[in-house]
Protein backbone atom coordinates (compact mmCIF):
# COMPACT_ATOMS: atom_id res chain seq x y z
CA UNK A 1 0.00 0.00 0.00
CA UNK A 2 1.06 3.27 -1.08
CA UNK A 3 1.46 6.08 1.23
CA UNK A 4 -0.90 8.09 -0.87
CA UNK A 5 -3.23 5.20 0.06
CA UNK A 6 -2.68 5.75 3.81
CA UNK A 7 -4.17 9.12 3.55
CA UNK A 8 -7.47 10.64 1.73
CA UNK A 9 -6.24 12.91 -1.41
CA UNK A 10 -5.68 16.40 0.17
CA UNK A 11 -4.80 15.13 4.07
CA UNK A 12 -2.07 16.74 5.49
CA UNK A 13 0.62 14.36 6.55
CA UNK A 14 0.63 14.24 10.23
CA UNK A 15 3.95 15.44 12.09
CA UNK A 16 1.91 17.23 14.83
CA UNK A 17 4.61 16.91 17.61
CA UNK A 18 3.68 16.74 21.41
CA UNK A 19 5.75 18.44 23.72
CA UNK A 20 8.90 16.71 24.22
CA UNK A 21 8.19 15.55 28.12
CA UNK A 22 5.23 14.13 26.40
CA UNK A 23 6.31 12.69 23.56
CA UNK A 24 5.32 8.62 22.60
CA UNK A 25 6.50 6.57 19.68
CA UNK A 26 8.63 7.39 17.39
CA UNK A 27 8.27 11.30 17.91
CA UNK A 28 10.37 10.27 21.25
CA UNK A 29 14.01 11.91 21.50
CA UNK A 30 14.35 13.59 18.71
CA UNK A 31 17.49 14.47 17.13
CA UNK A 32 18.12 18.29 17.33
CA UNK A 33 18.16 20.35 14.48
CA UNK A 34 16.76 23.23 15.84
CA UNK A 35 13.01 22.63 14.37
CA UNK A 36 11.47 19.47 16.05
CA UNK A 37 8.86 19.52 13.15
CA UNK A 38 11.79 18.79 10.57
CA UNK A 39 13.71 16.54 13.09
CA UNK A 40 10.42 14.02 13.07
CA UNK A 41 10.08 14.59 8.94
CA UNK A 42 13.49 13.93 8.34
CA UNK A 43 13.60 10.89 11.28
CA UNK A 44 9.66 9.30 9.84
CA UNK A 45 11.62 9.81 5.90
CA UNK A 46 14.50 7.27 6.54
CA UNK A 47 12.98 4.65 8.71
CA UNK A 48 10.01 4.89 5.62
CA UNK A 49 13.43 3.67 3.48
CA UNK A 50 13.03 0.72 5.68
CA UNK A 51 9.73 0.20 4.39
CA UNK A 52 7.71 1.30 7.62
CA UNK A 53 4.44 2.69 6.86
CA UNK A 54 2.73 5.86 8.89
CA UNK A 55 0.67 2.81 10.21
CA UNK A 56 3.27 1.07 11.91
CA UNK A 57 4.81 4.11 12.78
CA UNK A 58 1.90 5.47 14.83
CA UNK A 59 2.06 2.09 17.36
CA UNK A 60 4.02 2.13 20.65
CA UNK A 61 7.86 1.27 19.85
CA UNK A 62 9.27 -1.48 21.80
CA UNK A 63 13.57 -1.95 21.56
CA UNK A 64 14.81 -4.91 22.02
CA UNK A 65 18.33 -4.74 22.87
CA UNK A 66 19.66 -7.64 20.73
CA UNK A 67 23.39 -9.12 22.44
CA UNK A 68 23.71 -12.21 19.59
CA UNK A 69 27.17 -12.37 18.76
CA UNK A 70 29.43 -15.52 17.18
CA UNK A 71 32.07 -15.08 20.30
CA UNK A 72 29.33 -15.47 22.68
CA UNK A 73 27.35 -19.14 22.80
CA UNK A 74 25.77 -18.45 25.54
CA UNK A 75 23.30 -16.10 23.56
CA UNK A 76 23.54 -18.13 20.59
CA UNK A 77 19.92 -18.41 20.94
CA UNK A 78 19.25 -14.88 20.41
CA UNK A 79 17.85 -14.74 16.95
CA UNK A 80 14.99 -16.99 17.58
CA UNK A 81 14.24 -15.13 20.69
CA UNK A 82 14.28 -11.83 19.18
CA UNK A 83 11.94 -13.18 16.54
CA UNK A 84 9.99 -14.73 19.41
CA UNK A 85 9.50 -11.26 20.66
CA UNK A 86 9.03 -9.17 18.05
CA UNK A 87 5.56 -11.55 17.58
CA UNK A 88 4.86 -10.77 20.73
CA UNK A 89 5.24 -6.75 20.38
CA UNK A 90 3.02 -7.10 16.97
CA UNK A 91 0.63 -9.31 18.58
CA UNK A 92 -0.15 -6.80 21.36
CA UNK A 93 -0.25 -3.87 18.88
CA UNK A 94 3.23 -2.22 19.02
CA UNK A 95 6.03 -1.75 16.81
CA UNK A 96 9.19 -3.80 17.44
CA UNK A 97 12.73 -2.31 17.07
CA UNK A 98 15.16 -4.53 18.01
CA UNK A 99 19.62 -3.12 17.68
CA UNK A 100 22.63 -3.89 18.83
CA UNK A 101 24.65 -3.31 21.82
CA UNK A 102 27.94 -4.65 23.30
CA UNK A 103 27.64 -8.66 24.04
CA UNK A 104 29.93 -9.59 26.50
CA UNK A 105 30.88 -13.40 27.27
CA UNK A 106 33.08 -14.61 30.37
CA UNK A 107 35.37 -17.26 28.58
CA UNK A 108 35.53 -15.00 25.64
CA UNK A 109 36.55 -11.40 27.75
CA UNK A 110 40.40 -10.42 28.10
CA UNK A 111 40.85 -9.39 31.02
CA UNK A 112 37.91 -10.53 32.35
CA UNK A 113 34.33 -9.64 31.61
CA UNK A 114 34.10 -7.79 34.93
CA UNK A 115 35.83 -4.92 33.30
CA UNK A 116 33.81 -4.72 30.23
CA UNK A 117 30.57 -4.98 32.36
CA UNK A 118 29.98 -1.14 33.19
CA UNK A 119 30.99 -0.49 29.75
CA UNK A 120 27.89 -2.68 28.43
CA UNK A 121 25.63 -0.99 30.99
CA UNK A 122 26.68 2.56 29.55
CA UNK A 123 26.14 1.37 26.18
CA UNK A 124 23.09 -0.11 27.24
CA UNK A 125 21.77 2.98 29.02
CA UNK A 126 23.19 5.94 26.01
CA UNK A 127 21.35 3.36 23.41
CA UNK A 128 18.19 3.63 25.31
CA UNK A 129 18.16 7.19 25.68
CA UNK A 130 19.56 7.85 22.46
CA UNK A 131 16.73 5.90 20.33
CA UNK A 132 12.91 6.46 20.51
CA UNK A 133 11.17 3.52 22.53
CA UNK A 134 8.30 3.63 24.77
CA UNK A 135 9.61 0.24 26.40
CA UNK A 136 12.85 -1.86 25.92
CA UNK A 137 13.08 -5.54 26.16
CA UNK A 138 16.98 -6.43 27.30
CA UNK A 139 17.54 -9.92 26.02
CA UNK A 140 20.86 -11.18 28.43
CA UNK A 141 22.29 -14.53 30.08
CA UNK A 142 25.80 -15.12 30.01
CA UNK A 143 27.28 -13.51 33.82
CA UNK A 144 27.64 -9.73 33.20
CA UNK A 145 25.38 -9.13 30.72
CA UNK A 146 22.06 -9.14 32.55
CA UNK A 147 23.35 -7.01 35.61
CA UNK A 148 24.73 -4.55 32.74
CA UNK A 149 21.47 -4.35 31.42
CA UNK A 150 19.33 -3.93 34.46
CA UNK A 151 22.13 -1.24 35.83
CA UNK A 152 22.36 0.67 32.62
CA UNK A 153 17.96 0.37 32.06
CA UNK A 154 17.81 1.74 35.87
CA UNK A 155 19.45 4.94 35.02
CA UNK A 156 18.02 5.03 31.62
CA UNK A 157 14.76 4.80 33.59
CA UNK A 158 11.66 4.18 31.30
CA UNK A 159 9.76 1.30 31.48
CA UNK A 160 11.73 -2.17 30.95
CA UNK A 161 11.36 -5.71 31.14
CA UNK A 162 14.46 -8.27 31.46
CA UNK A 163 14.17 -11.98 28.93
CA UNK A 164 16.87 -14.53 29.98
CA UNK A 165 18.71 -16.36 26.94
CA UNK A 166 18.33 -19.81 29.17
CA UNK A 167 20.88 -22.40 30.26
CA UNK A 168 22.46 -25.22 28.35
CA UNK A 169 21.25 -28.66 28.38
CA UNK A 170 23.50 -31.33 30.08
CA UNK A 171 25.85 -33.53 28.52
CA UNK A 172 27.29 -37.13 29.22
CA UNK A 173 30.74 -38.32 29.79
CA UNK A 174 31.43 -42.22 30.20
CA UNK A 175 28.06 -42.73 31.44
CA UNK A 176 28.38 -39.56 33.50
CA UNK A 177 25.75 -36.52 33.43
CA UNK A 178 28.10 -33.16 32.89
CA UNK A 179 27.39 -29.83 32.28
CA UNK A 180 29.38 -26.48 32.67
CA UNK A 181 31.00 -25.37 34.54
CA UNK A 182 31.19 -26.99 37.71
CA UNK A 183 32.06 -30.23 36.39
CA UNK A 184 34.42 -28.39 34.12
CA UNK A 185 36.10 -27.08 36.92
CA UNK A 186 36.13 -30.89 38.69
CA UNK A 187 37.48 -32.64 35.76
CA UNK A 188 40.46 -29.60 35.16
CA UNK A 189 41.13 -30.46 38.83
CA UNK A 190 41.44 -34.51 38.38
CA UNK A 191 43.69 -33.72 35.52
CA UNK A 192 46.18 -31.05 37.71
CA UNK A 193 46.21 -34.11 40.24
CA UNK A 194 46.85 -36.72 37.19
CA UNK A 195 43.70 -38.63 38.19
CA UNK A 196 42.64 -38.11 34.50
CA UNK A 197 45.05 -38.54 31.15
CA UNK A 198 44.92 -35.92 28.29
CA UNK A 199 42.77 -38.28 26.12
CA UNK A 200 40.19 -38.10 28.60
CA UNK A 201 40.11 -34.70 29.37
CA UNK A 202 39.76 -33.73 25.73
CA UNK A 203 37.14 -36.41 25.88
CA UNK A 204 35.06 -34.79 28.25
CA UNK A 205 35.72 -31.30 27.01
CA UNK A 206 33.39 -32.42 24.35
CA UNK A 207 30.31 -33.20 26.50
CA UNK A 208 30.55 -30.26 29.24
CA UNK A 209 28.39 -27.36 26.67
CA UNK A 210 26.33 -29.70 25.00
CA UNK A 211 24.24 -26.75 23.49
CA UNK A 212 23.98 -22.97 23.20
CA UNK A 213 22.76 -21.24 26.84
CA UNK A 214 24.83 -20.42 30.04
CA UNK A 215 26.07 -22.84 32.57
CA UNK A 216 24.02 -24.82 34.08
CA UNK A 217 24.77 -24.83 37.52
CA UNK A 218 24.01 -22.04 39.93
CA UNK A 219 27.15 -20.17 38.73
CA UNK A 220 26.80 -16.28 38.42
CA UNK A 221 24.19 -16.64 34.99
CA UNK A 222 21.89 -18.79 36.62
CA UNK A 223 21.99 -16.52 39.73
CA UNK A 224 20.93 -13.50 37.82
CA UNK A 225 18.70 -15.12 36.22
CA UNK A 226 16.41 -15.97 39.25
CA UNK A 227 17.44 -13.12 41.15
CA UNK A 228 16.04 -10.97 37.98
CA UNK A 229 12.70 -13.18 38.18
CA UNK A 230 13.04 -12.38 42.44
CA UNK A 231 12.90 -8.94 41.26
CA UNK A 232 10.11 -9.06 39.10
CA UNK A 233 11.84 -7.96 36.11
CA UNK A 234 10.70 -10.76 34.20
CA UNK A 235 7.46 -12.85 32.92
CA UNK A 236 6.69 -15.18 35.93
CA UNK A 237 8.90 -18.41 34.71
CA UNK A 238 11.56 -16.47 32.94
CA UNK A 239 14.30 -17.75 34.67
CA UNK A 240 14.52 -21.40 34.75
CA UNK A 241 13.22 -22.81 30.79
CA UNK A 242 16.56 -24.16 29.41
CA UNK A 243 18.02 -22.21 26.05
CA UNK A 244 16.62 -24.35 23.28
CA UNK A 245 13.12 -25.41 24.82
CA UNK A 246 9.69 -24.80 22.99
CA UNK A 247 9.51 -22.71 27.09
CA UNK A 248 12.14 -20.68 26.02
CA UNK A 249 10.30 -19.29 23.17
CA UNK A 250 7.03 -19.17 24.46
CA UNK A 251 9.30 -16.90 27.21
CA UNK A 252 10.51 -14.71 24.93
CA UNK A 253 6.68 -14.13 23.01
CA UNK A 254 4.86 -13.38 26.50
CA UNK A 255 8.36 -10.79 27.30
CA UNK A 256 7.36 -8.88 24.10
CA UNK A 257 3.35 -8.95 25.21
CA UNK A 258 4.03 -7.51 28.67
CA UNK A 259 6.22 -4.48 26.61
CA UNK A 260 3.73 -3.08 25.12
CA UNK A 261 1.65 -3.07 28.35
CA UNK A 262 4.18 -1.53 30.34
CA UNK A 263 4.34 0.71 27.42
CA UNK A 264 1.36 1.83 28.20
CA UNK A 265 0.77 2.13 31.30
CA UNK A 266 4.50 3.54 31.31
CA UNK A 267 4.91 0.96 34.44
CA UNK A 268 9.04 2.83 34.80
CA UNK A 269 11.49 0.42 35.94
CA UNK A 270 12.19 2.76 39.32
CA UNK A 271 8.27 1.18 40.33
CA UNK A 272 9.74 -2.47 40.04
CA UNK A 273 13.20 -1.89 41.51
CA UNK A 274 11.97 -0.92 44.92
CA UNK A 275 13.93 -1.92 48.56
CA UNK A 276 11.43 -4.13 48.53
CA UNK A 277 12.48 -5.67 45.39
CA UNK A 278 16.05 -6.08 46.42
CA UNK A 279 15.28 -7.60 49.49
CA UNK A 280 13.04 -10.39 47.90
CA UNK A 281 16.06 -11.04 45.56
CA UNK A 282 19.12 -11.23 48.32
CA UNK A 283 16.16 -13.58 50.11
CA UNK A 284 16.45 -15.63 46.85
CA UNK A 285 20.37 -15.07 46.58
CA UNK A 286 20.71 -16.63 50.21
CA UNK A 287 17.78 -19.29 49.24
CA UNK A 288 19.54 -20.50 46.05
CA UNK A 289 23.25 -20.93 47.39
CA UNK A 290 23.78 -18.33 44.44
CA UNK A 291 27.44 -17.22 43.15
CA UNK A 292 29.17 -14.80 45.56
CA UNK A 293 28.93 -12.70 42.31
CA UNK A 294 24.85 -11.91 42.52
CA UNK A 295 26.11 -9.76 45.86
CA UNK A 296 28.81 -7.41 43.98
CA UNK A 297 25.67 -7.00 40.35
CA UNK A 298 22.85 -6.16 42.92
CA UNK A 299 24.93 -3.29 44.41
CA UNK A 300 25.47 -2.10 41.12
CA UNK A 301 22.15 -2.00 40.00
CA UNK A 302 20.80 -0.48 43.74
CA UNK A 303 23.45 1.98 43.67
CA UNK A 304 22.35 3.43 40.18
CA UNK A 305 18.72 4.35 42.46
CA UNK A 306 20.07 5.41 45.21
CA UNK A 307 20.43 2.82 47.34
CA UNK A 308 23.21 1.17 48.95
CA UNK A 309 23.60 -2.94 50.35
CA UNK A 310 23.93 -3.39 54.20
CA UNK A 311 26.73 -6.16 54.21
CA UNK A 312 25.63 -6.46 57.85
CA UNK A 313 22.07 -6.70 57.37
CA UNK A 314 22.60 -9.19 54.19
CA UNK A 315 23.97 -11.57 57.00
CA UNK A 316 21.72 -11.23 59.62
CA UNK A 317 19.17 -12.41 56.67
CA UNK A 318 21.69 -15.41 55.67
CA UNK A 319 20.95 -16.45 59.52
CA UNK A 320 17.23 -17.53 58.75
CA UNK A 321 16.87 -17.94 55.20
CA UNK A 322 18.27 -21.41 54.53
CA UNK A 323 19.73 -23.13 51.14
CA UNK A 324 16.93 -24.37 49.87
CA UNK A 325 17.98 -25.15 45.97
CA UNK A 326 19.78 -28.63 45.41
CA UNK A 327 21.99 -27.46 42.61
CA UNK A 328 25.77 -27.51 41.69
CA UNK A 329 28.42 -26.56 43.07
CA UNK A 330 25.80 -26.42 46.47
CA UNK A 331 23.58 -30.05 45.56
CA UNK A 332 23.62 -32.02 43.06
CA UNK A 333 21.31 -30.65 39.89
CA UNK A 334 21.39 -28.68 37.21
CA UNK A 335 19.49 -25.76 36.00
CA UNK A 336 17.00 -27.98 33.46
CA UNK A 337 16.18 -29.94 36.78
CA UNK A 338 15.06 -27.09 38.61
CA UNK A 339 13.09 -26.20 35.27
CA UNK A 340 11.13 -29.13 35.69
CA UNK A 341 10.92 -29.17 39.58
CA UNK A 342 8.82 -25.85 38.43
CA UNK A 343 11.48 -23.15 38.63
CA UNK A 344 11.34 -19.93 40.93
CA UNK A 345 7.46 -20.29 41.59
CA UNK A 346 8.35 -23.67 43.65
CA UNK A 347 11.34 -21.95 45.11
CA UNK A 348 8.92 -18.77 46.09
CA UNK A 349 6.51 -20.70 47.28
CA UNK A 350 8.54 -21.69 50.45
CA UNK A 351 10.33 -18.97 50.85
CA UNK A 352 6.67 -16.76 50.91
CA UNK A 353 6.76 -16.22 54.82
CA UNK A 354 10.07 -14.46 54.36
CA UNK A 355 8.96 -12.52 51.31
CA UNK A 356 7.92 -8.95 50.61
CA UNK A 357 4.50 -10.17 49.11
CA UNK A 358 3.42 -6.91 47.80
CA UNK A 359 6.29 -5.70 45.64
CA UNK A 360 5.65 -4.74 42.02
CA UNK A 361 6.65 -6.71 39.16
CA UNK A 362 6.49 -5.80 35.50
CA UNK A 363 2.91 -7.94 35.34
CA UNK A 364 1.48 -5.26 36.80
CA UNK A 365 0.48 -7.53 39.77
CA UNK A 366 2.23 -8.37 42.91
CA UNK A 367 5.11 -11.41 43.95
CA UNK A 368 2.07 -11.93 46.14
CA UNK A 369 -0.28 -12.44 43.68
CA UNK A 370 1.62 -14.12 40.88
CA UNK A 371 2.93 -16.96 43.66
CA UNK A 372 -1.25 -17.30 43.69
CA UNK A 373 -1.26 -17.55 40.27
CA UNK A 374 1.42 -20.30 39.58
CA UNK A 375 -0.47 -22.90 41.32
CA UNK A 376 -0.30 -25.45 43.87
CA UNK A 377 3.11 -27.19 44.38
CA UNK A 378 3.69 -30.68 43.28
CA UNK A 379 6.21 -33.75 44.82
CA UNK A 380 9.70 -33.29 43.62
CA UNK A 381 13.35 -33.39 44.91
CA UNK A 382 14.82 -29.98 43.30
CA UNK A 383 13.63 -27.35 45.69
CA UNK A 384 13.75 -28.30 49.55
CA UNK A 385 11.48 -27.56 52.22
CA UNK A 386 12.66 -25.26 54.98
CA UNK A 387 12.72 -27.85 57.20
CA UNK A 388 15.03 -30.10 55.24
CA UNK A 389 17.04 -27.68 53.57
CA UNK A 390 20.33 -28.41 51.94
CA UNK A 391 22.28 -25.85 54.13
CA UNK A 392 20.97 -24.51 57.62
CA UNK A 393 22.05 -20.63 56.70
CA UNK A 394 22.37 -18.81 53.66
CA UNK A 395 24.56 -19.97 50.87
CA UNK A 396 26.41 -16.48 51.72
CA UNK A 397 28.52 -14.96 54.70
CA UNK A 398 29.82 -11.78 55.37
CA UNK A 399 33.27 -11.62 56.93
CA UNK A 400 34.75 -8.65 59.04
CA UNK A 401 38.10 -8.31 61.19
CA UNK A 402 41.63 -5.87 60.20
CA UNK A 403 41.86 -8.36 56.75
CA UNK A 404 39.06 -6.97 55.91
CA UNK A 405 37.63 -4.07 57.41
CA UNK A 406 35.62 -3.21 54.50
CA UNK A 407 33.88 -6.81 54.86
CA UNK A 408 35.01 -9.93 53.01
CA UNK A 409 32.80 -13.17 51.45
CA UNK A 410 32.72 -16.60 51.67
CA UNK A 411 30.13 -19.11 49.94
CA UNK A 412 29.76 -21.39 53.14
CA UNK A 413 28.10 -23.62 51.45
CA UNK A 414 30.16 -24.84 48.93
CA UNK A 415 33.04 -24.97 51.77
CA UNK A 416 34.36 -27.79 53.77
CA UNK A 417 33.16 -27.47 57.05
CA UNK A 418 36.56 -28.45 58.86
CA UNK A 419 37.95 -25.60 56.67
CA UNK A 420 35.38 -22.70 57.66
CA UNK A 421 37.26 -22.85 61.56
CA UNK A 422 40.68 -22.57 60.59
CA UNK A 423 43.68 -20.90 61.53
CA UNK A 424 47.56 -20.99 58.91
CA UNK A 425 50.37 -19.79 57.78
CA UNK A 426 50.12 -17.53 54.69
CA UNK A 427 51.57 -18.80 51.47
CA UNK A 428 51.25 -15.31 49.48
CA UNK A 429 51.26 -14.59 45.94
CA UNK A 430 51.64 -11.17 45.12
CA UNK A 431 49.19 -11.06 41.77
CA UNK A 432 48.29 -13.82 39.17
CA UNK A 433 51.63 -13.63 37.70
CA UNK A 434 52.92 -14.89 40.63
CA UNK A 435 50.63 -16.98 40.86
CA UNK A 436 51.16 -18.60 37.68
CA UNK A 437 55.00 -19.06 38.16
CA UNK A 438 55.02 -20.68 41.34
CA UNK A 439 51.64 -22.56 42.36
CA UNK A 440 52.83 -25.67 40.53
CA UNK A 441 56.21 -25.37 41.57
CA UNK A 442 57.44 -28.61 43.98
CA UNK A 443 59.65 -26.14 45.51
CA UNK A 444 57.02 -24.58 46.62
CA UNK A 445 56.73 -24.24 50.87
CA UNK A 446 53.20 -25.35 51.28
CA UNK A 447 51.07 -27.70 53.46
CA UNK A 448 47.11 -28.48 53.38
CA UNK A 449 46.59 -26.82 56.68
CA UNK A 450 48.49 -23.24 55.09
CA UNK A 451 46.36 -20.55 53.84
CA UNK A 452 46.86 -19.37 49.78
CA UNK A 453 46.74 -15.53 49.61
CA UNK A 454 46.49 -13.49 46.32
CA UNK A 455 46.65 -9.98 46.56
CA UNK A 456 46.34 -7.29 43.50
CA UNK A 457 43.07 -9.53 41.91
CA UNK A 458 40.81 -6.78 43.20
CA UNK A 459 38.66 -3.97 40.73
CA UNK A 460 42.03 -1.53 40.46
CA UNK A 461 44.50 -4.78 41.20
CA UNK A 462 44.15 -6.57 38.13
CA UNK A 463 42.58 -4.38 36.82
CA UNK A 464 38.83 -5.58 36.25
CA UNK A 465 38.52 -8.04 39.96
CA UNK A 466 39.17 -11.16 37.88
CA UNK A 467 37.22 -14.60 38.95
CA UNK A 468 41.10 -15.43 40.30
CA UNK A 469 39.77 -15.82 43.35
CA UNK A 470 39.24 -19.65 42.79
CA UNK A 471 43.24 -20.38 43.12
CA UNK A 472 44.19 -23.98 41.88
CA UNK A 473 45.13 -26.32 44.66
CA UNK A 474 49.31 -26.29 44.26
CA UNK A 475 49.84 -29.11 42.11
CA UNK A 476 51.94 -31.07 44.80
CA UNK A 477 49.24 -31.00 47.50
CA UNK A 478 46.37 -32.30 44.53
CA UNK A 479 49.16 -35.10 43.98
CA UNK A 480 48.34 -35.71 47.24
CA UNK A 481 44.74 -35.57 47.73
CA UNK A 482 43.91 -32.73 48.95
CA UNK A 483 40.86 -31.14 47.79
CA UNK A 484 40.53 -28.13 49.74
CA UNK A 485 42.81 -25.32 51.18
CA UNK A 486 41.29 -21.91 52.66
CA UNK A 487 42.18 -19.30 50.28
CA UNK A 488 41.57 -15.44 50.44
CA UNK A 489 42.12 -12.77 47.28
CA UNK A 490 39.94 -9.23 47.24
CA UNK A 491 39.21 -10.94 43.80
CA UNK A 492 35.90 -12.56 42.57
CA UNK A 493 35.10 -16.61 41.65
CA UNK A 494 32.67 -18.09 39.22
CA UNK A 495 29.79 -19.60 41.08
CA UNK A 496 30.29 -22.31 39.41
CA UNK A 497 33.36 -22.87 41.84
CA UNK A 498 33.48 -24.43 45.11
CA UNK A 499 35.55 -24.35 48.16
CA UNK A 500 36.70 -22.43 51.30
CA UNK A 501 37.51 -19.56 49.91
CA UNK A 502 36.74 -15.86 50.85
CA UNK A 503 36.42 -13.19 48.47
CA UNK A 504 36.24 -9.25 47.88
CA UNK A 505 38.39 -8.72 50.46
CA UNK A 506 37.88 -5.09 50.98
CA UNK A 507 39.40 -2.63 50.84
CA UNK A 508 41.70 -4.12 48.28
CA UNK A 509 45.44 -4.36 47.89
CA UNK A 510 46.22 -2.30 45.20
CA UNK A 511 44.76 0.78 47.04
CA UNK A 512 46.65 -0.14 50.49
CA UNK A 513 44.20 -2.65 52.07
CA UNK A 514 45.76 -4.69 54.78
CA UNK A 515 45.69 -7.43 52.24
CA UNK A 516 48.13 -5.80 50.73
CA UNK A 517 50.66 -5.93 53.53
CA UNK A 518 50.47 -9.57 54.44
CA UNK A 519 53.75 -11.45 54.60
CA UNK A 520 54.57 -15.33 54.13
CA UNK A 521 54.41 -16.84 57.72
CA UNK A 522 51.76 -14.40 59.10
CA UNK A 523 49.23 -16.29 60.97
CA UNK A 524 45.71 -15.91 59.68
CA UNK A 525 42.37 -17.43 61.24
CA UNK A 526 39.18 -17.89 59.83
CA UNK A 527 35.98 -18.27 61.90
CA UNK A 528 32.93 -18.71 59.72
CA UNK A 529 30.97 -19.11 62.98
CA UNK A 530 32.33 -16.06 64.28
CA UNK A 531 32.09 -13.69 60.75
CA UNK A 532 35.50 -12.87 62.06
CA UNK A 533 38.72 -13.24 58.90
CA UNK A 534 42.35 -11.88 61.42
CA UNK A 535 45.44 -11.36 60.87
CA UNK A 536 47.49 -11.70 63.60
CA UNK A 537 49.52 -8.73 63.14
CA UNK A 538 49.47 -5.98 65.42
CA UNK A 539 48.36 -2.23 63.86
CA UNK A 540 51.66 -1.07 64.53
CA UNK A 541 53.22 -3.73 62.88
CA UNK A 542 50.55 -3.37 59.79
CA UNK A 543 51.94 0.76 59.88
CA UNK A 544 55.47 -0.11 59.58
CA UNK A 545 55.08 -2.56 56.42
CA UNK A 546 53.16 0.03 54.64
CA UNK A 547 55.49 3.26 55.19
CA UNK A 548 58.11 -0.01 54.83
CA UNK A 549 57.04 -0.36 51.58
CA UNK A 550 54.05 2.13 50.04
CA UNK A 551 51.19 0.91 47.45
CA UNK A 552 51.49 2.83 44.42
CA UNK A 553 47.75 2.88 42.74
CA UNK A 554 47.64 1.10 39.23
CA UNK A 555 46.89 4.11 36.75
CA UNK A 556 46.85 4.38 32.82
CA UNK A 557 47.69 7.01 30.16
CA UNK A 558 44.65 7.05 28.00
CA UNK A 559 41.20 5.14 26.60
CA UNK A 560 38.83 3.06 28.92
CA UNK A 561 41.25 1.39 31.21
CA UNK A 562 42.28 4.93 32.64
CA UNK A 563 38.84 5.88 32.70
CA UNK A 564 38.09 2.62 34.66
CA UNK A 565 41.30 2.82 37.21
CA UNK A 566 39.98 6.80 37.84
CA UNK A 567 36.46 6.07 38.27
CA UNK A 568 35.98 2.17 39.56
CA UNK A 569 34.29 1.63 43.14
CA UNK A 570 34.69 -1.09 45.71
CA UNK A 571 33.16 -4.42 45.99
CA UNK A 572 30.92 -3.12 48.54
CA UNK A 573 29.65 -0.69 46.25
CA UNK A 574 29.23 -2.93 43.34
CA UNK A 575 32.44 -2.33 41.19
CA UNK A 576 30.76 0.43 39.64
CA UNK A 577 31.90 3.78 37.99
CA UNK A 578 31.05 6.01 40.41
CA UNK A 579 30.01 8.88 38.22
CA UNK A 580 27.36 6.16 37.17
CA UNK A 581 25.77 5.77 40.90
CA UNK A 582 22.81 7.92 41.13
CA UNK A 583 23.68 11.50 42.13
CA UNK A 584 22.35 11.02 45.99
CA UNK A 585 22.12 8.10 47.94
CA UNK A 586 18.56 7.67 49.15
CA UNK A 587 18.72 4.57 51.70
CA UNK A 588 20.15 1.30 52.65
CA UNK A 589 19.04 -2.16 51.88
CA UNK A 590 17.74 -4.55 53.34
CA UNK A 591 16.40 -1.72 56.25
CA UNK A 592 17.54 -2.39 59.81
CA UNK A 593 15.04 -5.68 60.42
CA UNK A 594 15.82 -7.04 56.99
CA UNK A 595 12.51 -8.48 57.15
CA UNK A 596 8.98 -7.71 55.31
CA UNK A 597 6.38 -5.04 56.93
Avoid at 13 to 40: C, E
Avoid at 267 to 285: C, G, H, K, Q, S
Wanted: glycine share 10%; proline share 6%; charged share 25%.
Amino acid sequence: MSNQDQHPKGAPARHDIAPADSATGISKGLTNYGDRGFSLFLRKAFIKGAGYTDAALERPVIGIVNTGSAYNPCHGNAPQLVEAVKRGIMLAGGLPMDFPTISIHESFSAPTSMYLRNLMSMDTEEMIRAQPMDAVVLIGGCDKTVPAQLMGAASAGIPAIQLITGSMLTGSHRGERVGACTDCRRYWAKFRAEEVDAEEIDDVNNQLVASVGTCSVMGTASTMACIAEALGMTVPGGASPPAVTADRIRVAEQTGTEAVRIAHERLTIDRILTPTAFENAMRVLLAIGGSTNGIVHLAAIAGRLGYDIDLAELDRMGRDTPVLLDLKPSGDHYMEDFHHAGGMATLLRELKPLLNLDAMTVTGRTLGEEIERAGPGFQQDVVRSRDNPIYPQGGIAVLRGNLAPGGAIIKQSAAHPKLMEHEGRAVVFENAEDLANRIDSDDLDVTADDILVLKNIGPKGAPGMPEAGYIPIPRKLARAGVKDIVRISDGRMSGTAFGTIVLHVTPESAIGGPLAHVRNGDRISLSVSRRELTLQVTDEELARRAQEKPVVVPTADRGYRKLFLTTVNQADQGVDFDFLRAAETVGRIPGKRGTPE
